[in-house]
């Protein structure tokens, strides 16, 4: 995912525009990777992390397909089991990249993908999948969050430590109450905190958590946190879609 320049974060967030991926956490608490086994760092080779992901199957990570719309196999890599960024953890090659056919980077409709890893994962108390919510959360439940997402905004700072906030879910019409002139089709999971509590840069294509199950992909947002809802793609409605490529 391309980082605005501060310039262009200011206009977004001074702006109802236009909405933008969203990459990071601000609001959260440090935590540690055995809370969140199934939580995946895509990297570049030079260990700069861009987004998060998740483990869904021993050969499967699912993240969002802005983060991956420039980049093919074996351009970048995911790392696992690691709760800091300065370690390199368990590192995966990707030999299959899908993103979803119909993605829009527009409307930000279909903002979902699967990366196909290069071997099989090795599962352990550090790396374990997760379990794909068939339900929409209801207006008012807990959600959890976790990522490597900027914790300040505007800022240049990504933290080292895997971050992780609880997340209240709104109703879709609500969302988009708040988000007027923005699409937020059916398919998607909206959530408001208010001020300084929220997804931000890094935090895209990260796992929202429902009941132990991941109910939505981070997706965008204006950033950050400035007290407009942050919005995911609602795992329940691509579950055919995953199990399509993820069963084989």
């Known amino acids: 995912m391309k980082v605005l320049s501060i310039v262009q974060i200011l206009i977004f967030a001074l702006s109802l525009g236009s909405g933008t991926q969203i990459t990071r956490i601000i609001g959260g608490t440090s935590t540690e990777i055995s809370l969140f086994p199934y939580q995946a760092s895509l990297r570049t080779f030079d260990n700069r992390h861009f987004c998060g992901g998740s483990v869904v199957s021993d050969l499967w990570v699912l993240t969002a397909a802005h983060c991956i719309t420039r980049q093919r ?5 995911v790392v696992l089991a690691t709760s800091t960024l300065t370690d390199s953890g368990s590192i995966y090659g990707i030999s299959k990249i899908i993103a979803h ?4 980077p527009e409307s930000h409709v279909n903002d979902i993908a699967l990366l196909r890893m290069s071997k099989k994962i090795t599962f352990g108390p550090t790396v374990k999948p997760i379990a794909l919510s068939k339900i929409y959360p209801p207006a008012g439940a807990i959600l959890t969050l976790s990522g490597w997402g ?20 709104i109703s879709i019409l609500r969302c988009k109450l708040s988000l007027p002139g923005y699409p937020v089709p059916s398919n998607h999971i909206c959530t408001n905190q208010g001020r300084d509590k929220g997804a931000c840069e890094g935090d895209s294509g990260g796992p929202l958590v429902y009941n132990g199950t991941q109910a939505g992909v981070v997706s965008w947002g204006i950033p950050c946190a400035k007290g ?3 919005v ?17």
């Open 73 to 77: 196999a074996g351009s970048f890599v």
């Open 101 to 104: 056919a119909s993605y829009n």
């Open 150 to 169: 900027l914790t300040r905004y505007p800022s240049n700072y990504v933290p080292n430590k895997l971050q992780t906030i609880q997340l209240v879910s």
């Open 228 to 230: 407009y809802p942050d």
């Open 232 to 248: 995911f793609t609602a795992i329940a409605a691509y579950e055919s879609w995953i199990k399509q490529f993820t069963a084989a």
